[in-house]
């Protein structure tokens, strides 16, 4: 099977499940150098709510293949996705696996609920109960700071004054938690929320 086929078949994170590291590691010989995973978390709970197919220690032994085969990877944290109930520890967990994986790059997204989509409908239904500005950025500052890895950052949060992407995390980890702190107990909700609905991306 060459690199083309290959490409053309639908990637995701249960891709690797039944591929030797050896043939993982042709694919990188034929040009594959990274690849972005869509993990959004790595707490069970949260993993089972969304159906996403796969546990948190599978999340771990995929990614050592892909260690071994010396393709680097990103990993994805969605912001949101585990509810008010469930979100600290969807961070804290979240946060573990990651570290434990040590990504390339670490991505953060925040949840949005579109319509047509069970997760709004359970929403409606108060089955789900989504996230406030402040509390999205709460969750995020709890990812940060158990996020033990050294990777570039990603996030597509906005914060007054300061950029919180960039290389180099644990020099800057500080720094994020702390902007993310100051946002949390001085940021305006409703300015908050006006610069979100300016963005194209989630």
């Not at 053309?8 to 590691?25: A, N």
């Not at 929403?123 to 990777?151: I, N, Q, Y």
């Not at 914060?159 to 902007?179: C, M, P, W, Y």
Request: hydrophobic share 40%.
């Amino acid at each position: 099977m060459d690199f083309l086929e290959l490409a053309k078949q639908r990637y995701s994170e249960r891709f690797f499940d039944s591929r030797p590291v050896e043939q993982l590691r042709s694919l990188m010989d034929m040009g594959l150098r990274e690849i972005s995973l869509c993990v959004e978390s790595g707490d069970v709970w949260t993993l089972e709510r969304i159906s996403k197919g796969y546990r948190a220690n599978d999340i771990i032994e995929q990614c050592a293949k892909l260690t071994e085969a010396g393709i680097d990877f990103w990993m994805t944290f969605l912001n949101g996705v585990a509810g008010k109930e469930h979100s600290q520890d969807h961070a804290v967990h979240s946060a573990e696996i990651f570290s434990q994986c040590r990504p390339m790059v670490v991505g953060t997204g925040r949840l949005v609920l579109f319509p047509g989509t069970l997760l709004l409908e359970e929403a409606e239904r108060g089955e789900f109960s989504p996230l406030s500005v402040k509390e999205m950025l709460s969750e995020l500052k709890t990812f940060v700071e158990h996020l033990t890895c050294d990777c570039s950052f990603i996030t597509h949060h906005t914060i007054s004054g300061v950029n919180l992407t960039g290389q180099g995390f644990l020099q800057r980890k500080d720094r994020i938690a702390a902007a993310l702190d100051h946002e949390i107990r001085h940021g305006d909700p409703d300015t908050m929320a006006a610069v979100r609905k300016t963005k194209r991306s989630l």
